[in-house]
């Protein structure tokens, strides 16, 4: 957790809009002439500030409110918020003196927000080697579904890795010289980092998800440009969210990494009661003026063990706005932003089993408001040092990077992939479709019976060919073509579908790709019809519908395996097609080399296809 140093509460007070209130160095007016006398003397006499809570002007915050006006873009007004600043032990007294005064909307009290990380591991003292190494194995979060997010289908698609976007991570502290965050990192951009070790660690987890560079991890979206703003001092969350929304275009991401006490917090187990920032008003305007402008808000569910549908979460606290309803009930209000919790990673992950995969961790908030969940534990990363320890921070490393906080940096880099395809082809998604996407795509979540029925939603897990596939992008870009072998049988076997086989199972092992093709007929291309033969034990694969038709001498038509070229194309090659009568086999392959014109049984029949590498 971070310490009370670089986080504290915030005292926030809403003006009523009439009163046209000014806040300066110089003391507080009005522009209506109200006389605001009795609320310069209240804050006064607590020696306290009042300022503009979005860090400018109020002057500056109704004019770019009227220029997105006018553009259209509905976004909340801003500048009747302001926070004092005093004394933490005075904050309550102040809030309940100025909410009795006429010229005030609401004056509450927010707790300190906090990360929503769930455990602080301890570096291996042991020394690092000179040269880290690779550890994207151990990142299985990267793997086909529903085990991963297939962030290693969304490479091969152009700007699959991000490029062209900009995510800010809002959070307390970060370590930008570590040797995996050197590339696209931009560092802090307002507020001043933390100092203490748990809140670096916690950053360099969260970016190193989506971020890393390749050295020792990978990020799901290694391309898209990074960069950092720390809610600390006389930064709010709010003026930090309002802030890199400013400093972003549509179409890039924000990364919400806090949670903040709720009204049920101090209750067992520890941490019960947090709850995600948006539940605040100023939060809340935050995020809704951040998704107005385009640009998605990925944000943390929590780790407060909460039922976010319970009735008990409809009641406003001390000093909220009589306008204020809950906005997890999405049908009065909703802030646009997606919401992530934390659900299990797949069985033996690590060694380790937290439930099964896709069941939600006891930790998580969950309820409708929440649309797709992440990893909850077991993430390998940047940071911490229990996975590679040593002297040296920056060549530190983990493998048990958890909670809401680890899921949602999950969440970032999967859009960070979806923004950089769509941007690729034309146009990036809004904050809506991206919801849209994630909540009709994906692995869907699983019961852990009896005490986490899928029931206590926390939504699927993202699929980025699921994804990819939605935006409508895989009919024109090539795709994998798996190649199994069953020795048994035996026969070769091809697919575009991992989830056929994945990784292999008892009879059929995983050979690699074999070439790669088209999902869906483009121009220039001709379906690739695929059969079965019990009899022969043999999967056969044509372009020539006249050699089997709908099905003979034992033949079944299976469908279309996919498209490829019936010509040579730029930048295709040959896919050759060969027979073994002993094996009772057909074989196809790219490489010349393997079989050249026939050698070992095999017989070479003829160029199927042209096909991509």
């Keep these: 957790m971070p310490n009370q140093r670089t986080l504290a509460r915030e005292l926030v007070v809403m003006m009523k809009p009439d009163v046209g209130l000014r806040a300066k160095a110089a003391g507080i007016a009005s ?24 860090d400018t002007t109020e002057d500056r915050l109704e004019k770019a409110h009227a220029t997105l006006a006018a553009a259209g873009i509905q976004v909340p007004a801003l500048s009747h918020y302001y926070r004092v600043h005093a004394d933490d032990g005075k904050l309550d007294a102040l809030a309940h003196a100025l909410a009795a005064s006429p010229l005030v909307m609401a004056a509450y009290v927010k707790p300190a927000a906090t990360l929503a990380g769930l455990n602080d591991m301890t570096p291996k003292s042991a020394p690092a080697p000179a040269t880290t190494p690779d550890f994207s194995a151990r990142q299985l979060y990267l793997d086909p579904a529903p085990g991963g997010v297939d962030a290693r289908f969304a490479w091969t698609v152009p700007g699959g890795s991000g490029a062209g976007v900009r995510i800010i991570d809002i959070e307390v502290a970060w370590n930008f010289a570590h040797e995996d965050l050197l590339v696209n990192q931009g560092g802090v951009v307002a507020g001043v980092p933390g100092t203490d070790a748990d809140s670096i660690n916690h950053g360099t987890a969260a970016v190193g998800v989506f971020s890393g560079d390749g050295t020792g991890i990978t990020g799901i979206c290694r391309a898209a440009d990074v960069t950092g703003i720390a809610p600390t001092g006389s930064l709010s969350t709010a003026a930090a ?135 909850g534990r077991e993430v390998t990363t940047t940071g911490y040092g229990d996975l590679q320890g040593g002297a040296n921070a920056n060549t530190w490393y983990t493998d048990n990077f958890a909670g809401t906080s680890s899921a949602s940096a999950m969440l970032a880099g999967v859009l960070g992939c979806v923004q950089g395809v769509a941007k690729a082809s034309g146009a990036a998604r809004t904050p809506s479709q991206a919801r849209a996407l994630l909540r ?40 994998p073509l798996y190649r199994y072998r069953d020795a048994q049988i035996p026969d070769y076997f091809y697919t575009t579908n991992w989830n056929e086989l994945g990784a292999g199972n008892a009879a059929w092992s995983y050979q690699g790709i074999a070439c790669r093709v088209h999902l869906a007929a483009i121009p220039g291309t001709v379906p690739l019809y695929r059969y079965w033969n019990s009899l022969l034990g043999d999967h056969f694969f044509t372009t020539d519908y006249s050699e089997i038709g709908a099905g003979k001498y034992g033949w079944v038509l299976e469908g279309v395996g996919c498209y490829v070229h019936d010509q040579p194309v730029a930048g295709a090659v040959p896919l050759y097609r060969y027979w073994n009568s002993q094996g009772r086999d057909h074989y196809y392959t790219t490489n010349w080399s393997e079989l050249g014109n026939g050698q070992g049984g095999w017989l070479l029949e003829k160029i199927q296809c042209y096909v991509h590498t």
Excluded at 36 to 53: E, K
Excluded at 447 to 471: E, K, S, V, Y
Aim: hydrophobic share 40%.
């Design 31 to 54: 522009l209506a002439g109200v006389d605001v006398s009795h609320l310069s003397q209240t804050i006064d006499a607590a020696g306290a500030l009042l300022r503009p809570l979005f």
């Design 241 to 375: 969210i309002h802030s890199a929304a400013d400093r972003l275009a549509a179409g890039d991401i924000i990364l919400i990494e806090l949670q903040r006490a709720g009204p049920r917090f101090g209750t067992p187990p520890a941490g019960r009661g947090n709850l995600p920032l948006e539940w605040w008003p100023d939060d809340f305007d935050a995020i809704l003026y951040a998704t107005g402008k385009g640009v998605i808000v990925v944000e943390a569910a929590g780790n407060g063990y909460e039922n976010l549908d319970d009735a008990f979460y409809d009641a406003p606290l001390a000093g909220f706005p009589v306008t204020w309803s809950n906005p997890l009930r999405r049908a009065a209000r909703d802030s646009g932003a997606i919401l992530v919790g934390a659900g299990a990673p797949p069985l033996l992950t690590h060694g380790n089993t937290w439930g099964p995969d896709r069941s939600r961790q006891d930790f998580s908030n969950y309820g409708s408001a929440v649309d797709v969940q992440g990893w």
């Design 440 to 479: 009709a795509t994906g692995s869907p979540q699983q019961d852990n019976l009896p005490q986490f029925p899928a029931t206590q939603r926390i939504g699927n897990r993202p699929d980025l060919r699921q994804l990819l596939g939605a935006l409508g992008t895989e009919t024109d870009v090539p795709q």
